[in-house]
């Protein structure tokens, strides 16, 4: 069924959910292999970003996770700069609950969002940027189907040191092949 798997419902995000979604972007941990930029936010700043970039924009679409059995929320997962002429758009994923980390969570969060962008938006292909130090969803990004597309070489700079963006995509033909 749509927007929920065996262990988690996802709904649309709201101004209501600023405080969880402030929670996670201040926590380091969390962002430290997902955001470029880390820094820590102040309430009223989350919630402008929310208003513009997560709710305000027409070429995203982003989503609470929740799991299923106590409705408690573990994370994002996001469509952004969605192109319906060239039917492209990029993903995001953030599983922000570090106590939900590691248990399949993300893979199940990820074919959900591959469900609806291919099966149901009839996007033609996804991109995402993962950092190369980030193994573990790498691992998960090829376990459901993305192939490496390229990277840009020593772009982002963590803890002390350059690190690689690595691009990778998938494209509809494929999802549906594995499905």
Request: overall charge neutral; glycine content about 8%.
């Amino acid at each position: 069924m749509l927007f929920q798997s065996e262990r988690l419902v996802c709904r649309k995000m709201t101004m209501e959910d600023a405080e969880q979604y402030h929670a996670w972007r201040n926590d380091l941990e969390v962002m430290q292999s997902t955001s470029p930029f880390l820094d820590t936010y102040t309430m009223e700043e989350t919630r402008d970003f929310m208003q513009h970039v997560i709710l305000g924009s027409a070429s995203s679409k982003s989503y609470l996770l929740l799991l299923k059995e106590s409705g408690k929320p573990i994370g994002i997962m996001s469509l952004i700069h969605i192109d319906l002429k060239n039917r492209n758009a990029e993903c995001i994923l953030d599983i922000g609950d570090k106590d939900c980390w590691g248990q399949g969570y993300g893979a199940e969060a990820m074919r959900l969002l591959l469900d609806y962008a291919f099966l149901e938006m009839n996007l033609h292909r996804l991109g995402l940027r993962v950092f190369s130090f980030n193994q573990r969803a790498i691992r998960l990004y090829e376990k459901v189907g993305f192939t490496r597309e390229g990277s840009a070489r020593q772009s982002l700079f963590r803890g002390g040191s350059l690190h690689d963006v690595i691009y990778m995509g998938i494209l509809q033909n494929e999802y549906v092949k594995k499905g």
